[in-house]
């Protein structure tokens, strides 16, 4: 063996400092943080699951597949489930920056359900862990929810109005929408005390939001300060019509408003070589009255009609009339033409008046959050939560991403990658087994029955060598079609040449008919199809 190869003194150096930030990152992160929870414990003792008979639903400490790292499961469909954890202290939320981040693996996917958590009040607000339900008043509400319509990725505040003390619910607009994968995410709100808002998933920013302004939030945190009267009301001389008919127009003396839109054209004549007693159709001269027909049982039977052969060179056959055609002296109803309402006032809306409900704000007025809360309905399983953080900075947040979740992450997506190979894969297979299916169908066809072991042969060729499919496809096709118009046209008579006439109007319907018939042998295939028809007997 060789002499083992030495590590130079300043790469070492790189690393031993590499490491040794990284070290300091983790160590200062974990100080600066407000609150973390990892779940590589079980949850038992430390989180507090609600008493309410609605909250069913069964919360699993389990792995993450594929991962040796645990978080909080929703283990069953169609259940509602909440837990709850209360924090060391309350959190302000008013003067510092303030990040929340969690992640979640939707390993089932999701169709319809949530994943967002709840950042609770103190319970001063009027709730208790063990009867936490839907109700527990929160000051923020953030993460995932998909169901219907509803794809986004909730950022939700209350916040108590000064003026009427009542606590509003105030939702983002435009908010990202949720991954469709069943990958780990990891979803970010940073909060910082000039009111800016952003919205993280895996790390990439998606959302930027002001929390005073009327863009960002429905409703607005800070009222309008005018509001339309409620007391004014429209005067009922108000005209809002822009146009109104001419009062001085007068319909016009040969104004014809019962005249048809369509008249019978006088000037048209009936084409030459038009066959006035001859029907469009006829009893089928070949068809033959069934063995099993019983005429008391079935009534007289009647031969199936076909097409007269006869008008098939004509311009036409049978009563001979007149078409119709545009009648130039329509006019239709008439109407008086719109002129500008000298009376117009313009849409009425009522005036403003100084909103009473007004306030101003510099920044908003956040409750503190005491408590995490997962309350969530969903028809999804599979659900897992895991690294809630709360943290004052988010290069906190980032480290926390950097080693929590972007490791699992990268192993689940190359997972993805061979997962969505092999599937591709898979399904070009069943494609060609299909393709190969066929074309083994085809080969039984009868008229081809003098080529089917050559067509066998390419088939053969084609599944032992899966990328010869459509060159063999196309080699099948190819000798199908040959054999088909050597039968159509090869063997056929030339037909008698017809002399079509030399007025204008009838080559034209002769032609027109001709191209929408059919040729011979498609007719007697279809004469010989033909269903028998019965004379129905009055009892």
Known sequence: MGEPKRIPLGVLAVLFLVISTSSLQLLTAS????????????FDGRWILSDKAEYNGVWKHAKSEGHEDYGLLVSEKARK?????????PVSLKDESVVLQFETRL?????????????????????KPKEFDNDSPYSIMFGPDKCGA??????IFKHKNPK??????????????????????????????????????????????????SEDFEP????????????????EDWDEREKIPDPNAVKPDDWDEDAPLEIIDDEAEKPEGW????????????????????????????????????????????????????????????????????????????????NPDYFELKKPDFEPIAAIGIEIWTMQDGILFDNILIAKDDKIAASYRETTWKPKFLVEKEKQKEEDSATESSGLASIQKKVFDLLYKIADIPFLSPYKLK??????KGESQPNLTVGILVAVVVIVLSIFLRLVFGGKKTPARVVKPTNTPATETSTSQGDDGENEENKEDETSKAPRRRVKRDN
């Open 220 to 235: 607005s945190l800070i009222p309008p300060k005018t509001i339309p009267d409620p007391e004014d009301k429209k005067p």
């Open 164 to 213: 009427s003390g009542e606590y509003v619910e105030h939702h983002l607009k435009f908010p990202p929408s949720v991954p469709s994968d069943k990958l780990s995410h990891v979803y970010t709100a940073i909060l910082k005390p000039d009111n800016e808002l952003r919205i993280l998933i895996d790390g990439e920013e998606k959302k930027k939001a002001n929390f005073l302004s």
């Open 275 to 354: 066959l006035d007693d001859e029907p469009e159709e006829v009893d089928d001269p070949e068809a033959t009255k069934p063995e099993d027909w019983d005429d008391e049982e079935d009534g007289e039977w009647e031969a199936p009609k076909v097409t007269n052969p006869k008008c098939e060179t004509a311009p036409g056959c049978g009563e001979w009339k007149r078409p119709m055609k545009k009648n130039p002296a329509y006019k239709g109803k008439w109407h008086a033409p719109l002129i500008e309402n000298p009376a117009y006032k313009g849409i009425w809306k009522p005036q403003d008046i100084p």
């Open 150 to 155: 509803t794809n986004k990725v909730h950022f």
């Open 81 to 89: 489930y909440a837990i709850v954890k209360e924090l060391d202290g």
């Open 31 to 42: 100080d600066d943080a407000i609150f973390y929870e990892s779940f590589d414990e079980a």
């Open 107 to 127: 390993q089932n996917g999701l169709e319809c359900g949530g994943a967002y958590i709840k950042y609770l009040r103190p319970q001063e607000a009027g709730w």
């Open 455 to 460: 067509i066998h042969d390419l088939i053969q």
